[in-house]
Every structure is written in structure tokens, then in C-alpha cells.
Nanobody, 115 residues
Framework: QVQLVESGGGLVQAGGSLRLSCAASGIIFRINVMGWYRRAPGKARELVADITSGGSTNYADSVKGRFTISRDNMKNTVYLEMNSLKLEDTAVYSC?????????WGQGTQVTVSS
């Protein structure tokens, strides 16, 4: 089992920044990839970014150049630095840990971007 605890969501004005954190505990040695998904109202969940244990990253086109995912393997924590936030970035952001035994999800954190 892997437990994920997210933090850092909130309300921010367009153009502002937020940093999300996701701390993993449990059978963490099985984690291969950690990432962030989001679900906006009325839309399907989409991958925002993910990062392998070796540091390779992958981003959705809509966030490239604005968001940065990073990982601290010593702290078993993944971060999502979000800059130049847009109204369309408003969503519930969920952390995911992909392991050899399946995917584990955090509870989600709300990010709301206001005009």
C-alpha cells in the first residue's frame, strides 16, 4: 500500500503561482512514476505532468513552459510548481503513484484561479 497526502492548493489570481506537494508513505520502493492529474468541472481527468524515479518528466501541452514537476526521492515527495496560472487551470489536482502493484491516488486538492 502507498499513501499519498497532498497540500498546497488554494485560490490564486490569474498570472499567479502555486506549488503543490504530494508526500508518499508506505511501500514506496515500488513507486516507479509519480505525477499529477486534474479534473476540471464538466471535463475528463487529464494528466498534467509526471516524473520517473530517474527524473524524466512528461507534461501536458497545455502546461508546458508554465508548470514544473520535481521529485525529492529522499523525502518521497513530488512537487508541482505552477506559474502563470490561467482560469482554465482551475481544477481538482490529484497526485498519483504508479507502482508495480497498481496505481495509488491522493485525495485531491482544489486549485481555483480567479480573474
Amino acid at each position: 500500500q502507498v499513501q499519498l497526502v497532498e497540500s498546497g492548493g488554494g485560490l490564486v489570481q490569474a498570472g499567479g503561482s502555486l506549488r503543490l506537494s504530494c508526500a508518499a508513505s508506505g511501500i514506496i520502493f515500488r513507486i516507479n512514476v509519480m505525477g499529477w492529474y486534474r479534473r476540471a468541472p464538466g471535463k475528463a481527468r487529464e494528466l498534467v505532468a509526471d516524473i520517473t524515479s530517474g527524473g524524466s518528466t512528461n507534461y501536458a501541452d497545455s502546461v508546458k513552459g508554465r508548470f514544473t514537476i520535481s521529485r525529492d526521492n529522499m523525502k518521497n515527495t513530488v512537487y508541482l510548481e505552477m506559474n502563470s496560472l490561467k482560469l482554465e487551470d482551475t481544477a481538482v489536482y490529484s497526485c498519483v503513484a504508479r507502482t508495480t502493484s497498481g496505481n495509488y491516488w491522493g485525495q485531491g486538492t482544489q486549485v481555483t484561479v480567479s480573474s
